[in-house]
């Protein structure tokens, strides 16, 4: 299966404005639309549902779904009714994104999310979308008719992506856009497949992308550079695997509202000074149009199904991204790829 392109956006806008902006993510070549889900957000972000279902109604054959829910911000029925109800608008263009829970599980005082939780959870409502029926917290849900609702698993740790092998439809990885440490990823969950009797191949391998777009390539480093510091803070093994230099690291934690959602970008740049170029371009994706497709090959070469592009900002649309996917990126990596530009 060709690789494909998918972008994230999160609820910041207008949901009118965000149908829209998926309206041109289809036209121009685009996959999927992901949202993201912590309401509230530096006081910016609305609720993502009600984006998703601007987006079911204004395109066609576009993919979207959430990047992530996760076991804190929603109840269960609250979470399995509108995957009913987006699954339904859509004709089955929905996905459930689901992940422990980071930015979500900080702006509601829990500590950062657990595997525990996240397996209960996806495991709970994988049964209750294939079957029908299922019980959680004790308590038996119903799910009338059953929908095959795909349920994708956000996964950096190796605990969680060879739980993604096991029991997700899909995996979200955050591992960098790296050929080491998306073969180790790679490695995880065929182990994770075969301990529960399946083949990798039942699993839609997505990667979550940070990237940025400048002509100045300083300059599209320093944009995307805040975003790299989840793997210095949260994830430094990532660092290890993929040779490269740096090991955890404290960071300015008061970067409103966090790092990797600054509201401010200089004030991230700035806190992010330390980090070496040469980990930026490793593990983000920028660079020019060749750049892009000869990583976006790489991927593809490994095993990656679908890439979700993360541009720097948290709170507008990646206006630039889309445009160079557009005019550039999704043209050259279709004639790559074989296909027609």
Same mark, same amino acid.
């Given at each position: 299966?060709?690789?494909?392109?998918?972008?994230?956006?999160?609820?910041?806008?207008?949901?009118?404005?965000?149908?829209?902006?998926?309206?041109?993510?289809?036209?121009?070549?685009?996959?999927?639309?992901?949202?993201?889900?912590?309401?509230l957000?530096?006081?910016?972000?609305?609720?993502?549902?009600?984006?998703?279902?601007?987006?079911?109604?204004?395109?066609?054959?576009?993919?979207?779904?959430?990047?992530?829910?996760?076991?804190?911000?929603?109840?269960?029925?609250?979470?399995?009714?509108?995957?009913?109800?987006?699954?339904?608008?859509?004709g089955?263009?929905f996905?459930?994104?689901?992940?422990?829970?980071?930015?979500?599980?900080?702006?509601?005082?829990?500590?950062?999310?657990?595997?525990?939780?996240?397996?209960?959870?996806?495991?709970?409502?994988?049964?209750?979308?294939?079957?029908?029926?299922?019980?959680?917290?004790?308590?038996?849900?119903?799910?009338?008719?059953?929908?095959a609702?795909?349920?994708?698993?956000?996964?950096?740790?190796?605990?969680?992506?060879?739980?993604?092998?096991?029991?997700?439809?899909?995996?979200?990885?955050? $591992? %960098?856009? *790296?050929?080491?440490? !998306?073969?180790?990823?790679?490695?995880?969950?065929?182990?994770?497949? #075969?301990? =529960?009797?399946?083949?990798?191949?039942?699993?839609?391998?997505?990667?979550?992308?940070?990237?940025?777009?400048?002509?100045?390539?300083?300059?599209a480093?320093?944009?995307?550079?805040?975003?790299?510091?989840?793997?210095?803070?949260?994830?430094?093994?990532?660092?290890?695997?993929?040779?490269?230099?740096?090991?955890?690291?404290?960071?300015?934690?008061?970067?409103?509202?966090?790092?990797?959602h600054?509201?401010?970008?200089?004030?991230?740049a700035?806190?992010?000074?330390?980090?070496?170029?040469?980990?930026?371009?490793?593990?983000?994706?920028?660079?020019?149009?060749?750049?892009?497709?000869?990583?976006?090959?790489?991927?593809?070469? $490994? %095993?990656? *199904?679908?890439?979700? !592009?993360?541009?720097?900002?948290?709170?507008?649309?990646?206006?630039? #991204?889309? =445009?160079?996917?557009?005019d550039?990126?999704?043209?050259?990596l279709?004639?790559?790829?074989?296909?027609?530009?």
């Amino acid at each position: 299966m060709a690789l494909t392109l998918g972008v994230r956006f999160q609820p910041s806008q207008n949901p009118a404005e965000i149908g829209e902006a998926a309206a041109e993510c289809e036209r121009a070549g685009f996959d999927a639309v992901w949202m993201t889900d912590t309401p509230l957000l530096a006081g910016r972000w609305g609720d993502p549902y009600v984006c998703l279902a601007l987006i079911a109604s204004r395109t066609e054959r576009l993919k979207f779904g959430t990047a992530v829910t996760n076991p804190y911000m929603r109840h269960f029925p609250a979470v399995a009714g509108a995957c009913a109800s987006l699954h339904d608008l859509s004709g089955g263009r929905f996905i459930l994104g689901l992940g422990a829970g980071a930015s979500a599980a900080r702006e509601l005082g829990f500590p950062l999310g657990k595997l525990k939780q996240l397996r209960e959870l996806t495991s709970a409502l994988r049964r209750l979308f294939r079957e029908g029926a299922c019980e959680f917290d004790g308590r038996p849900k119903e799910f009338n008719p059953p929908r095959a609702v795909p349920v994708y698993i956000a996964a950096m740790g190796p605990k969680t992506i060879e739980f993604a092998g096991a029991e997700g439809d899909g995996v979200i990885l955050q $591992v %960098g856009a *790296n050929r080491k440490t !998306l073969t180790w990823a790679m490695n995880l969950l065929r182990t994770g497949a #075969e301990k =529960a009797g399946r083949d990798v191949s039942e699993i839609d391998v997505v990667v979550s992308a940070q990237c940025a777009v400048d002509q100045d390539r300083k300059a599209a480093i320093r944009r995307v550079r805040h975003l790299i510091g989840i793997y210095f803070y949260l994830a430094p093994h990532i660092l290890k695997i993929a040779s490269l230099p740096g090991e955890r690291t404290p960071v300015n934690t008061s970067v409103y509202p966090d790092l990797t959602h600054a509201l401010d970008l200089e004030e991230a740049a700035r806190a992010t000074e330390f980090i070496p170029d040469e980990v930026v371009e490793s593990l983000g994706l920028i660079g020019s149009p060749d750049e892009w497709v000869s990583r976006l090959l790489m991927m593809e070469e $490994v %095993g990656v *199904n679908h890439v979700q !592009l993360r541009g720097p900002e948290s709170f507008s649309l990646p206006v630039g #991204e889309i =445009a160079f996917c557009r005019d550039e990126v999704i043209p050259s990596l279709l004639k790559a790829q074989g296909g027609i530009q």
